[in-house]
């Protein structure tokens, strides 16, 4: 988004994601806020490297310099600047309302970590036992006792496997905090009978256009791309 607006206001950006259908609507808006006196805050600085890899070389430019790097017009935006997230973080500070659009650069390979599918399988693996101990339990217990037991336990252990897989406990927290508001929107519609089938075609609607709108601009062939080997220099005569 940064890179739409960044041309919007005349500056050059490389090879960066932009939406080039949409940067008249971004001058529409640029013209809009300067009229009402409203601050649109936006980069003074991003990283640019030279390739969408985990590896890849980067630099840090000035907005208004992002083709004047050793990259030229190749070179790629990936995330803005240390300067810039100077700038936002004291907007967010003096802010009463914010409402978070997304991250504000790459984020896919910020480790580069590569998960193997027996990982995969494993956290599958966890979810399917999940109904397993559900139906164990609810022999003894009270269904949503039940319920809540097995989906506490099932949380907890892919919770604490993921924070090792990915390396970060944050991160795993943050996957057992989504799969935690799955599991209360799953138990929503157990108990609402009359209301099961619409209320469960409406959040997998809800679900799938998120994904849809999120990816939309990813190019997956990219995205699953090998970096070419770089061949040995030529010997010296």
């Not at 790629?76 to 504000?104: C, H, K, Q, Y």
């Not at 790459?106 to 480790?111: A, G, H, Y």
Request: proline share 4%.
């Amino acid at each position: 988004m940064m890179f739409t607006f960044l041309v919007a206001e005349g500056h050059k950006v490389g090879s960066s994601l932009l939406e080039q259908d949409q940067i008249d609507t971004v001058k529409g808006y640029l013209a809009t806020a300067k009229e009402r006196g409203v601050e649109i805050v936006l980069p003074v600085d991003a990283v640019v490297a030279a390739s969408f890899s985990a590896d890849a070389e980067h630099v840090v430019a000035d907005a208004d310099a992002l083709e004047d790097t050793a990259f030229g017009a190749s070179g790629l935006g990936l995330d803005i600047g240390p300067r810039t997230a100077e700038i936002f973080a004291e907007a967010i500070r003096a802010s009463r309302t914010v409402f978070w659009n997304g991250p504000m650069g790459v984020f896919e390979m910020l480790r580069g970590l590569r998960i193997h599918p027996i990982q995969y399988g494993l956290v599958g693996l966890a979810l399917a036992i999940f109904f397993l101990l559900l139906l164990g339990l609810s022999e003894h217990i009270a269904f949503a006792y039940a319920y809540l037991a097995g989906s506490i336990a099932c949380i907890g252990l892919i919770g604490v496997y993921l924070s090792a897989v990915l390396r970060s406990r944050l991160r795993g927290l943050g996957f057992a905090a989504g799969l935690g508001l799955l599991y209360a929107a799953l138990y929503g519609l157990l108990v609402s009978e009359d209301n099961a089938l619409v209320l469960g075609a409406g959040l997998l609607f809800v679900c799938l256009a998120a994904i849809m709108l999120v990816t939309r601009h990813v190019d997956w062939y990219q995205v699953g791309a090998t970096p070419a080997a770089v061949p040995p220099p030529l010997p010296k005569h």
